[in-house]
């Protein structure tokens, strides 16, 4: 495995974006509430081609250089491919799709991570390219990307024999890992193998529910399932204990509620704390810097892949 240092949260050592807008510069279209903040548009807006990820018609290439950059790399590397768009936009012509699995195929001294909020297009296109290139994929690591219950059931199922990982980035409600009476996360021979989590960053980002969080890890832990949580986002919870220990207390005061559903309130004064907490309404505070604990702990559990 690669010796490369990670930042904390970090699950990758190096993200390679090979696929390009003739001319330069990235593009994507927005299609689900986990992309109005989209962070590669961002990216893409102050320091590439400028185009915003609406739907403009842009053709795409492979871009030589960066896969040449990935060849000559001698340390055994995990490659974040593509992350500042999605691979299986519908500009994304087949052609160039299967070019860059024949890569991956054929430079198997790394693993490449992949992820998708298209479920139907990778339904589409994915089995026929790994029947193909069969037994030449095993370090090509594809995943799915959902923000809400709603994504996740219509998703998962369409994807769940094909996908080695699902993140749920940015969390935007909580995710029950079932579906259709049959748990994702437990069913023998066809389960999701890994999870990760995250919040969302950046300006007007949504806050995320540590209980969100917890019900996750813990059908993780139920299932042993390697359970990753790469960092709050923008909003920072209370830790728990200091939510039990300072019931009744004034150390929330200024501070916001976010309810089980999402929704976000503003401190209605100390008087109401109790009841607000009673109700699984929890502190939260938006703050700088990244927070990578949940509860107190780091979890960055990542499958063996030797
Ligand atoms: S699919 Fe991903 S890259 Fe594309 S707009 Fe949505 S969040 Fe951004």
């Not at 993140?167 to 069913?187: F, Q």
């Amino acid at each position: 495995m690669s010796q490369v240092k990670r930042k904390p949260g970090q699950y990758w050592d190096k993200s390679a974006n090979p696929i390009i807008v003739k001319g330069g510069g990235y593009h994507c279209t927005n299609i689900s509430p986990g992309c109005i903040h989209c962070w590669a548009e961002t990216t893409n807006l102050r320091f590439h081609n400028r185009i915003p990820y609406d739907g403009t018609r842009v053709e795409f290439e492979l871009d030589q250089a960066i896969l040449d950059k990935v060849i000559r790399r001698k340390t055994r590397t995990i490659y974040f491919m593509c992350d500042l768009m999605d691979y299986l936009h519908g500009r994304v012509p087949d052609a160039l799709i299967w070019d860059l699995f024949k890569f991956m195929a054929e430079n198997p001294q790394h693993i490449y991570l992949i992820l998708t909020k298209r479920a139907d297009r990778f339904c589409n296109l994915i089995p026929t390219i790994r029947s193909k290139l069969v037994n030449r994929l095993f370090h090509v690591k594809l995943g799915l990307t959902v923000c809400n219950q709603v994504e996740a059931n219509e998703k998962i199922p369409m994807v769940l024999p094909f996908i080695d990982w699902l993140s749920l980035e940015p969390m935007l409600g909580a995710i029950d890992l079932e579906g259709g009476g049959r748990c994702w996360l437990s069913d023998a021979g066809l389960r999701i193998p890994w999870i990760v989590i995250g919040g969302e960053t950046g300006p007007g980002a949504r806050p995320m529910h540590p209980e969100w969080v917890r019900s996750v890890r813990d059908q993780c832990l139920d299932a042993g399932v390697p359970f990753f949580f790469k960092n709050c986002g923008a909003w920072k919870p209370i830790l728990l204990g200091e939510v039990s220990e300072n019931r009744g207390l004034d150390i929330f005061k200024g501070l916001h509620f976010i309810s089980p559903d999402g929704t976000l309130k503003k401190d209605p004064g100390p008087d109401k704390h109790d009841e607000l907490l009673k109700r699984n309404c929890w502190p939260i505070q938006r703050r700088r810097g990244k927070d990578y604990y949940l509860d107190g702990r780091i979890y960055n559990e990542v499958p063996t892949w030797n």
